[in-house]
């Protein structure tokens, strides 16, 4: 085993996880799902079945990956943040054949206490800020916030916001990368 489990944590038959991994206490990870090299799985997390979490992952405590969430490398996921997997859920009927497919890009980082709404696409280093209800795709880079979710700005890939001038250009204050804002889309430019 090239990865850390605590003893309270359970893993299920048919998983693959990366080296370097660490799952901590009372975590559950179900069977087939697919956990990359140096993630970070805090206390009291199920990944439900048939997940796939890229690289150096970090998913933070009470928090549960349901079925049909597809998280890339380095993706940050807050406390307590939610995904859902079917639109219209009743105890009565099942919907297991419609879980909707949810994709967090590379990048991407959700705060403690959001919700995402499944059969959404999150940008590249979007960020999405505590609380706030994802009800539709996050543009890479996008500064979202509230109920529902409001893109309020940009933020490098460094999360700092990015003041764009007259020409579309903004800097990254701690890195210096330069971004272009052009048609409601920001690419990193250096």
Request: with cysteine; charged share 15%.
């Amino acid at each position: 085993m090239s990865y850390f489990k605590h003893e309270s944590a359970y893993v299920d038959e048919g998983c693959q996880i990366g080296n370097g991994t660490k799952i901590w206490h009372f975590s559950h990870i179900m069977p087939n799902c697919t956990i990359g090299e140096s993630c970070n799985i805090g206390q009291n997390v199920v990944i439900s079945p048939d997940v796939i979490l890229g690289r150096n992952v970090k998913i933070q405590n009470n928090v549960s990956v349901y079925t049909g969430v597809i998280c890339e490398d380095d993706v940050f996921l807050g406390p307590s943040m939610v995904f859902t997997n079917v639109i219209n859920p009743r105890s009565h009927v099942n919907r297991k054949a419609e879980y909707a497919k949810t994709l967090i890009k590379k990048g991407a980082s959700i705060g403690a206490n959001s919700t995402i709404v499944c059969g959404n696409e999150i940008g590249e280093f979007a960020l999405i800020g505590a609380g706030a209800v994802i009800t539709k795709n996050i543009l890479p880079y996008a500064l979202v916030v509230g109920n529902p979710a409001r893109q309020i700005g940009w933020v490098s890939e460094y999360g700092h916001r990015l003041n764009f001038d007259d020409k579309g250009i903004a800097i990254c204050p701690e890195t210096q990368q330069e971004y272009q804002l052009s048609n409601n889309t920001v690419k990193r430019i250096k």
